[in-house]
């Protein structure tokens, strides 16, 4: 079946930094890809759309400078949370969507957990 | 627009017992109707879909959900719980086969021995 990997799985930084999460289709080719965004005991929350090659698409409320999207390849995307405060400290799941022409299936990745101090 | 209410964000059963997690939908088309599990710390596993073809779908470990177009309801089931089922769980619905997908608020399902 398709996999979906994340890295790192969890990650602990201190207010102020940055964070890269890296969330890769293992076997096969992703046109888009999905960043959720989910706090305890709740449902995920769509943060924005990412098509391979093109700016990402945010939803209303997220602050597209501070969550940095690439779709770099049909394989990999990346979040990059930018002056990371406590408030940014989540768990952040990504899902690959299969290509056009494939199942449009998507699938999800193992999650982030973000912790700022 | 597309959504999903799930009854109930915590249902609690014994082990052995019938397990019935509701999900309700509002779509302006038919829709496509997804139920996901997801364990502690971890990402979101699919169970089941129904995408217009039989209205009794069969899922992993033993689930199944029944689509009712007159109830707008996409319930799911388990005849007998086990332990290993305890998690949450979430309905999700799509309008179309290349629309995102809208998650319902998801129901902790507790399993007693």
């Known amino acids: 079946g398709a996999v979906v990997s994340q890295h790192p799985s969890w990650v602990i930084c201190k207010s102020g930094t940055s964070v890269k999460i890296e969330c890769r289709s293992l076997?096969?080719?992703?046109?888009?890809m999905f960043w959720y965004r989910q706090f305890p005991k709740q449902s995920l929350m769509l943060m924005a759309t990412s098509n391979e090659g093109s700016k990402a698409t945010y939803e209303q409320g997220v602050e597209k400078d501070k969550f940095l999207i690439n779709h770099a390849s049909l394989t990999l995307s990346t979040l990059t949370v930018t002056s990371a405060h406590p408030e940014d400290s989540s768990f952040y799941i990504c899902?690959?969507?299969?290509?056009?022409?494939?199942?449009?299936?998507?699938?999800f990745g193992p999650g982030t957990r973000l912790t700022v101090t | 627009a597309q959504s999903v209410t799930q009854l109930g964000s915590h249902v609690s059963v014994s082990e052995g017992a019938l397990v019935l997690l509701r999900c309700n939908y509002s779509s302006s088309v038919p829709p496509y109707l997804f139920w996901y599990v997801q364990y502690p710390n971890q990402g979101l596993q699919l169970l089941l879909k129904?995408?217009?073809?039989?209205?009794l779908v069969k899922g992993i470990n033993g689930f199944e959900a029944e689509f009712k177009k007159s109830e707008t309801s996409f319930h799911l089931t388990k005849p007998s719980a086990h332990m290993s089922d305890a998690a949450e769980y979430f309905c999700a619905v799509r309008a179309t086969s290349g629309s995102r997908l809208t998650f319902g608020e998801g129901t902790q399902l507790t399993v007693n021995p």
């Open positions: 899902s690959a969507r299969d290509r056009p022409g494939g199942s449009y299936e998507q699938y």
């Open positions: 076997d096969f080719q992703a046109t888009t």
């Open positions: 129904y995408t217009s073809a039989a209205t």
